[in-house]
C-alpha cells in the first residue's frame, strides 16, 4: 500500500472515531450517559455496533475523549519546563494559559456537557479515575520516589481542586468569562499555597 494510500486510510480513521465521538456526545447530553447505548451510537453514526467498541472499548471514552490528553497532560508541563523553572511553576503558568484559550481539557466543556457528567455516576467515577491516573504519570516524571509522589499528591491535588471548582460554576450558570476570571485568582491562591514547600522543587538546571 502507497504512502499516501495510508495517510488516506488514517484520514478516514481519524474521521470515524471523530464522528462516532460528536454523535455519541449529542446523545449523553440529548439524553443522559446512561440511558444511550451503543445501539443508539452506532445508529447515529452510521456504523455497526462493532465498529465503535473499536474505536471506543469503554463507553465512557465517548463522553470523555479527550481523556489521554488529560491524563498526560501535567506530566507533558514538567517534562517541557524551561530551563530554571520549576514544575510549580510550570503548571501554574500552563494552568493560567489553558484557562485564557478556555480548554476543553481543564473542564471548559458548557453547562449541557457538565451537567451530563455531573448527573453521571459512572461517568464521575471514570473522571475520579482519570484524576488519579493523571497524578501517577505525574509522580513518575517526577522521579517516582516517595518525595515525587507526594509531590505530585498536592500539584495534582491543586488541579483537581480547580477542576471542581470550575465545574461547579458552569453548573451554576456562569458564564465562561465568568469562570475564566474566578479561575484565575483561585489559581493564584491553590498554587501560592505550594509555594514555601515546593517552590524550589524539581527545577530545571538544564
Known amino acids: 500500500?502507497?504512502?499516501?494510500?495510508?495517510?488516506?486510510?488514517?484520514?478516514?480513521?481519524r474521521e470515524t472515531r471523530q464522528a462516532i465521538s460528536?454523535?455519541?456526545?449529542?446523545l449523553f447530553v440529548e439524553h443522559g450517559f446512561e440511558r444511550t447505548t451503543i445501539s443508539d451510537i452506532a445508529?447515529?453514526?452510521r456504523v455497526a455496533k462493532m465498529t465503535v467498541t473499536n474505536y471506543f472499548p469503554r463507553k465512557e471514552d465517548m463522553a470523555l475523549d479527550h481523556h489521554e490528553e488529560?491524563?498526560?497532560?501535567?506530566?507533558?508541563?514538567?517534562r517541557g519546563r524551561a530551563r530554571g523553572?520549576?514544575?510549580?511553576?510550570?503548571?501554574?503558568?500552563?494552568?493560567?494559559?489553558?484557562?485564557e484559550r478556555r480548554d476543553p481539557v481543564i473542564g471548559f466543556t458548557g453547562e449541557p456537557f457538565a451537567r451530563m457528567i455531573a448527573d453521571s455516576p459512572t461517568l464521575v467515577a471514570r473522571l475520579r479515575?482519570?484524576?488519579?491516573?493523571r497524578e501517577e504519570a505525574l509522580a513518575a516524571e517526577l522521579g517516582g520516589d516517595v518525595e515525587a509522589?507526594?509531590?505530585?499528591?498536592?500539584l495534582a491535588g491543586v488541579h483537581r481542586v480547580l477542576f471542581a471548582e470550575l465545574m461547579r460554576r458552569?453548573?451554576?450558570h456562569e458564564d465562561a468569562d465568568a469562570v475564566a476570571a474566578a479561575l484565575e485568582k483561585a489559581a493564584t491562591t491553590a498554587f501560592g499555597l505550594l509555594e514555601p514547600s515546593l517552590g524550589g522543587y524539581a527545577v530545571r538546571e538544564a
Open 1 to 13: 500500500m502507497s504512502t499516501d494510500a495510508l495517510g488516506l486510510r488514517e484520514q478516514k480513521k
Open 22 to 26: 460528536d454523535h455519541a456526545t449529542r
Open 43 to 45: 445508529a447515529a453514526s
Open 70 to 78: 488529560f491524563v498526560a497532560s501535567l506530566a507533558q508541563t514538567v
Open 85 to 99: 523553572e520549576s514544575a510549580l511553576a510550570a503548571l501554574h503558568a500552563a494552568f493560567l494559559a489553558a484557562v
Open 129 to 133: 479515575d482519570l484524576h488519579e491516573q
Open 149 to 154: 509522589r507526594a509531590a505530585a499528591a498536592a
Open 170 to 172: 458552569t453548573l451554576e
